[in-house]
């Protein structure tokens, strides 16, 4: 059997917790159209069945990651960390590009002559902390930053690994196929890339290749999660995930970038034992779940409430659904939003947001998969 951890790098919004997703068939991580979703590195565990004279079996351990931007915030440093974490333990590297973006940079600018006018981010090493770069607070301001150059900033980053690194040109539904080519010629003089595969999560297409070509890469070795677990976090992060994505759905401006959910009360329903063999509940069980959405200014609260409570009623509405789904039980949710000034600068409160550190807080060790991970 074949098994190793690969990593999900790209800048936000390249769509790679949208193919985290695809490849496990399971809701592992939140999406959105607005960029920077995704604030903490998540794994989405893969198996792949043997295939005669093709390949052997396989636990392929995706770790999906921040998008890679210039730090503006501690919460942006925290997220670049993540980012190094993960490259700390991967066999395995897939670089996402957005099919559309690189087009329209293209037919901008040129690639070649952006890139040369880049900053020399290649002084930045895996592991060296988060770099010296500065950029406005917000997100949508940065992301009207030159794109070229942030491109660099993330070609720095895989420079010196010393893996095999895959570039995934992603949403490729959305891009002609003739405008593909030249792309994919641009980007292989870029970087000596091992593969370059142009993908879409949403259609499903390139991701059977994708796979294959992974397994083939990936060292011999066990499993490193049990075989129907595909996912490490716990699920109560997957529940405030799940009510942060429908913040992002529901708001607008800065709110989704200056909002984060704690989990205050989590409680499961009680074992259902039946009076006769084979009976079934007549309800489906509740989870009674309570959280806190934590902003920036009395203004953010006053969006996040909404006219009589509206937009929160929206909010929890739109996340009760998602969260149904994910424990299969029937949820009552309870939401109430707290003023935290500046909570993206305080490296304290950034921190407390981390369920590893959640856990470590509660005194809950980490699965013995992960733990002997962390001492490799
Ligand atoms: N058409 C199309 N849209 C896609 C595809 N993959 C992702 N998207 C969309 O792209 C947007 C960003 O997707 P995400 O998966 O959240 O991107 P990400 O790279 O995880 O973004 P961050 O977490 O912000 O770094 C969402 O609106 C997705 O629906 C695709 O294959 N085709
Ligand atoms: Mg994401």
Not at 96 to 114: F, I, K, N, P
Not at 185 to 200: C, G, K
Not at 359 to 372: D, I, M
């Amino acid at each position: 059997m074949k098994s190793g951890f690969v990593a999900i790098l790209g800048r936000p919004n390249a769509g790679k917790s949208t193919l985290l997703n695809a490849l496990t068939g399971e809701k592992v991580a939140i999406v959105s159209a607005k960029p920077q979703t995704t604030r903490n590195r998540v794994a989405g565990v893969v198996e792949v069945a043997a295939r005669k004279g093709v390949h052997p079996a396989a636990q392929i351990v995706f770790v999906d990651t921040p998008g890679v931007h210039k730090p503006g915030s501690h919460l942006d440093r925290r997220m670049l960390q993540e980012v190094y974490a993960a490259l700390e333990t991967r066999d395995l590297v897939l670089v996402l590009m957005d099919a559309t973006r690189r087009v329209q940079l293209e037919a901008a600018v040129g690639v070649e002559s952006q890139v040369s006018k880049a900053r020399p981010f290649d002084k930045l090493r895996a592991g060296s902390g988060a770099p010296e770069l500065s950029d406005g607070p917000d997100a949508p301001k940065r992301e009207r930053t030159n794109w070229a150059s942030e491109d660099e900033f993330l070609f720095g980053l895989i420079r010196k690994l010393d893996c095999p690194v895959f570039l995934l040109l992603t949403k490729i539904d959305l891009v002609p196929k003739d405008q593909l080519l030249p792309l994919i010629d641009t980007l292989t003089r870029q970087f000596n890339f091992a593969e370059i595969i142009p993908v879409s999560a949403r259609k499903r297409d390139g991701l059977d290749i994708l796979v294959r070509k992974i397994v083939d890469t990936l060292p011999s070795g066990e499993r490193y999660y049990p075989k129907d677990q595909y996912t490490d976090q716990p699920q109560r992060f997957m529940v405030a995930e799940l009510i942060r994505e429908s913040i992002l759905v529901e708001t607008g401006e800065e709110v989704p970038y200056a909002s984060a959910v704690v989990i205050e009360r989590f409680e499961e329903p009680p074992v259902f034992v039946p009076r006769k063999k084979g009976a079934v509940p007549a309800r489906l069980p509740l989870t009674r779940i309570a959280a806190a959405i934590y902003c920036e200014r009395d203004g953010q609260k006053a969006i996040l409430i909404g006219k009589g409570g509206a937009k929160l009623k929206e909010i929890g509405t739109g996340a009760r659904r998602n969260i149904e789904s994910l424990l299969g039980t029937r949820v009552y949710l309870e939401l109430h939003v707290i003023v935290e000034p500046n909570w993206r600068e305080s490296k304290s409160f950034v921190e407390s947001l981390d369920w590893r550190n959640q856990l470590e807080r509660l005194g809950v060790e980490p699965s013995t998969e992960q733990a002997a991970e962390e001492e490799k």
